[in-house]
């Protein structure tokens, strides 16, 4: 009996002992769960400008006239709409360096005349003014009574900070919602801006911001001008979707200011979720194509030249 008993717990001692070593130690860490990959897809917008042979705007297209790739691979549209009806924020910027002296008179009164004619209640247009300083002379308001006000009151500097007021223009105009455009008038200098081109640039594809330049000088004396401003505003304002103009008279900047009018009342927005990553780079560009209509060959389609996946510090 004695013997029996011995056994049955000999036996019992060995399945406890079997059992704890199945058990992982309460000190030695478990499988660590698998990582999960996360993908922030946004949506990129994309505000186009068609134009015809002649330059004109051309209204009335529709989501199937557009092709758009990213980096070479098409993509799907998910939004569609004609820009006509959405809130409008300008940040309009006025050189008031010395150079400018004796045309800025004109200048504020053609600026006058645009934001009249241009300016709805959900619009928002915000003046600055800028020399040596750039100083941002009303918030963005749709009060045409301020807006004058504003244009009035700029005044002039010494030097011209050109790339310091794209900056600061893009920036406040990354806060806005809707559609988001600058226009510049100036001769196209700059002489003591504190940012680069490059970062001026940069400032304005992340707002997101279409770039119009109305470079005021007389073109006959073209052959004695510093002329690496006006090229520099020339490559923004057509990687930015917008468009450049040169006027030596009153009559061409209300003409400039006019086309710009007509065509902010003719975009359309095209949006997107990428499809997928197609390169590292921190750049993705963009390319949009007309199709379907019969004279659709002789189409221009503007926009901006791609996006930033990553915003920089600021």
Known sequence: MRKSVTFIIFFVLLLASAHAQQQPSQTQPANPPEETLKVDVKLVNVYVTVTDAHGAPVAGLKKDNF????????????????????PLSIALAIDTSLSTRHDLPLEQASAKRFAHAIMRPVDGLSVFGFSENVIQATGYTADLRRIDEGIDHIRLGAATALYDAVYLASRSLDRRQGRK??????????????????????????AEAIVYSIIVVPI??????????????????????????????????????????????TQYLLAYYPSERTSMSEFRRIRVQVVGPQDASSYHARHRAGYYTGKSEF
């Open 67 to 86: 092709v758009i790739q990213e980096d070479g691979k098409e993509q799907t549209i998910s939004v569609f709409d004609k820009e006509s009806a959405v």
């Open 181 to 206: 455009v600058m226009v510049l008038i100036t001769d196209g200098g700059d002489t003591v801006s504190r940012v680069d081109y490059k970062e001026a640039e940069r400032a304005a594809e992340e």
């Open 220 to 265: 006959p004396n073209s052959a004695g001008r510093e002329t690496g401003g006006e090229h520099a505003l020339i490559q923004l304002s057509e990687d930015m979707g917008g468009k450049y103009y040169y006027a030596n008279s009153v009559a061409e900047l209300d003409d400039a200011f006019r086309q710009i009018s007509d065509e902010l009342r």
